[in-house]
């Protein structure tokens, strides 16, 4: 469940939409495969592999946060700055990383790992990812029932809550309060 609620992918379809409206197409199967890849990797070898590039956690966690920022500000003033190719694997990146397999997402991995059995955590993920893809295939029957005002609306709003996310994890990251 904890992993469920840091994903967070009933919370990402307006994001998702507003990235499909602009790159054409998404592959539900690729993204989910994508992330899913990220997050047993980080599993298996995260802490090694970062500590390799002299990388810890927060510094991940505060690269996420930028990312994530600038796709809010994409969002809510509607200028682009990620390029979205169609058909190509540009999509992979905001989706698969960091929407799905996030700073949030792979941090709670390794948290996890320290409390419960690897083989619990993989099933877990699994199931999420499962969960995701399932998602992920819906999202023609989403923009169906929200409509162009709709999604103009849920655009708008989630890119507040983006930033909102991305100031979040940014500060709790390096230590600065925000009151």
Wanted: proline share 3%; no cysteine.
């Amino acid at each position: 469940m904890v992993l469920f609620a840091i994903i967070d992918i009933l919370g990402s379809i307006p994001i998702i939409l507003d990235i499909k409206q602009k790159a054409g197409k998404i592959s539900p199967f690729k993204i989910t495969v994508v992330a899913l890849a990220i997050m047993l990797g980080f599993l298996y070898i995260g802490e090694p592999l970062l500590n390799i590039f002299g990388v810890d956690i927060s510094s991940f966690a505060i690269a996420g946060s930028v990312v994530i920022f600038l796709l809010g500000i994409e969002m809510v003033l509607g200028i682009p700055l990620f390029k979205h190719e169609v058909g190509g694997s540009a999509y992979i990146v905001p989706i698969a990383f960091p929407l799905i397999a996030g700073a949030g997402s792979i941090t709670t991995l390794l948290s996890l790992k320290a409390e419960y059995d690897t083989l619990n955590i993989l099933i877990a993920l699994i199931l999420n990812m499962a969960f995701v893809y399932f998602v992920l295939r819906l999202t023609n029957w989403f923009e169906k029932i929200l409509g162009i005002g709709g999604l103009l609306i849920l655009r708008k709003f989630f890119g507040i809550i983006l930033l909102a996310i991305a100031i979040r994890l940014f500060t709790s990251n390096t230590g600065l309060l925000v009151k």
